[in-house]
């Protein structure tokens, strides 16, 4: 893990992130500044349970605590792992829930203990409540009510800011084909080369172990989409995949590639109005 | 565990079990008084398998060893986990089985190792027979043939007998409904209040974890029965979690709630003229 | 393990596999007899994956490492687990593949990585090259490359030689009853007793523990063929369970059993000109 991080440059920011980030610094000084770090003075949301779950689905496999910044206009989750080599900026737009309220602020939770507990819901919708007396998060059905306190915001690790960057290749691709690439090469090796070709234009998973290697290849035809441009980086499969695991089933991956810069890794929110984007630092110890 | 130990009251009986135990007494008194504590001198079955198997997947969480009850009328098994916490009291008449011959005694078994060999057979039926000789119980059916030792019943620690008491409030729910009691209960807590509100009618169900809690409430519309009146007592999820697998898969779960005193949990045996009724002792320690 | 290997023979072979034996032989000294353990010069096949993973399911259990013994007939693959207690005898017909070239030789292979690797073709057919400039296997789909570095033949342990036996009795049984035999003895002892009675005519399966016994019995009219003869030998079940995995899933099981001879289990491979063989020792401390 120490390795890892100091073969790896830490995350960076995507031209559209460093945008999301600026609107969000915004809305925040529209507010009141405290409000940065402190639970807003109200918050309620009404969703259906799978929404919920595929946001803390996103956040689990990175942090266990995290940061929620709230507002008015929904809700988002800027969390990276403790090595700093992943990332993920997620946010959902109020209108996504079934009732929104909320002012600005921060809720710091326990994403797990959030998981677990939308698990025993067994009815459609949930209800989340802040009672700000208590600090406490109320998640309730109409048959039953869990109670989660609150961690104070300020004592959960920030995501690094990121400054801008430019990517020369985008992909989208299926999930299997995401999902079949980071198995297989998990099969061989630790890292995964991921590379773009433009004169012989394909997308190229290239995994190279001690003794055996394995390389997946897409051609534009089995891409969804594909802007090709010379690209090529290395990550660590095991972030990799932990990220693979966080993405939500069912839509394709849209994938940002550089020359050993951060990898994006994005998708669309299932039933939702919202968006969760993954940053991997690269290694770069070859 | 100690703790558990000395912090619970211990099993204490049913009206029913009283008049059970005392059946069975006359019963065993009718016969000759040896056989209390000895094989019989004849015990033949014909059974299904799956009728064996819901006796025995009752009685295999809560002890390693049991002693087997016989007579003429049918089997009966009473026995305690080692704390004495959980007890589980089980009786099938004699007409539940394609074929039933026994005089009185008790027979000792490994319950652990009859589950193991049903799970081998692969046909409908099945036949227990004591061979009384070699201290043998002969499990077959067509094919199979299999031969456990048993164990000298007095090598077996009793269930402790238990005084009469009397349960103000009494209710009937779906096996999904405990089960999600649990489940949820488990996510937060070590133990759970099992509550019955006469005034503003429900049975609820309350773990307080450190941090968290969670509440889960059946109205009397969400109730199979209901009759409702103040009770409040508080369990050990480990013992509550053990007797809702043991439970028989299918029926409805009959509760009878107290002020700390034992909680009463009763199915009937499906496929069979038999009950399963498990008490388990409260928590006292605060 | 020790204790196996000193109570057990060494496995012998079936008439069948001397002939296979002798005929490979020759094939080899047609060629070149160093041959006998080089890399071929030129070996190709293209197959369905399924075919090669039945192959691989048959050998993983028994070594990590194997010799594939290939000429322009096919591949022969004999190996022996490392007490020599159980050996893999398996054939596979040049026209069971969809293409196939090659000439004499033997490739070394990890067995467990050929596994691994075929499980992430997610395609029908898979073709196999072999690069004799940089030992590698190429293992290869329309989208997927797998590079597979060769082990040097003559490090692996050869399967040892066996002189020519006489079997008196020959079954033929179902692959579930074959499954329930070793399942039921499991759940006993570590040893099975298979016997034929002639007299009384039935194959029996006999588990003696040290407290309980199994007995599984199967008459003529549940085999699928039976020839009767006197015979009965004890085989380990841990070997026992490893070859009746090891067996592919389908066709019926071909016994062959002596009196304190090798068992011989057989069974055509699916979808292919083959057939997988396995001899397992008996156990001779009683």
Chains 1, 2, 3 share one sequence.
Not at 27 to 54: G, H, I, M, N
Not at 163 to 175: H, I, N, S, W
Request: proline share 7%; net charge negative; aromatic share 4%.
């Amino acid at each position: 893990m120490s390795t890892e991080a100091d073969s790896a440059d830490e995350v960076e920011p995507t031209p559209e992130q460093d945008t999301q980030a600026q609107s969000a610094a915004e809305s925040e000084q529209d507010d009141d500044s405290p409000a940065r770090d402190s639970p807003p003075a109200v918050f309620k949301l009404t969703s259906t349970v799978s929404t919920l779950q595929t946001v803390v689905s996103a956040v689990d496999p990175i942090v266990d605590e995290c940061r929620i910044a709230v507002d008015d206009s929904g809700i988002q989750i800027q969390a990276s792992d403790p090595s700093q080599v992943a990332m993920v900026d997620l946010q959902v737009d109020a209108q996504s829930f079934t009732q929104f309220e909320s002012t600005t602020g921060v809720l710091g939770v326990n994403v797990n203990r959030l998981d677990e507990v939308l698990s025993v819901v067994d009815e459609e919708l949930v209800r989340l409540v802040l009672d700000p007396q208590t600090n406490t998060l109320q998640v309730s059905s109409d048959e039953m009510t869990c109670t989660l306190s609150l961690i104070d915001p300020r004592s959960i690790r920030q995501a690094p800011s990121h400054p801008d960057l430019e990517y020369p290749a985008v992909c989208q691709l299926d999930e299997d084909d995401l999902d079949l690439a980071v198995t297989a090469g998990k099969k061989v090796s630790d890292h995964l080369y991921v590379v773009v070709d433009e004169d012989n234009p394909e997308l190229r998973f290239d995994a190279r172990g001690d003794t055996d290697s394995v390389t997946y290849r897409r051609e534009p035809g089995d891409l969804v989409a594909f802007e090709p441009a010379e690209a090529a980086s290395k990550f660590s499969l095991d972030h990799l995949s932990e990220i693979n695991r966080a993405l939500p089933s069912g839509p394709t991956r849209h994938l940002q590639i550089g020359n050993t810069i951060p990898l994006v890794v994005r998708a669309p929110l299932p039933g939702a109005d919202g968006t969760v984007q993954f940053l991997l630092a690269p290694r770069t110890d070859d």
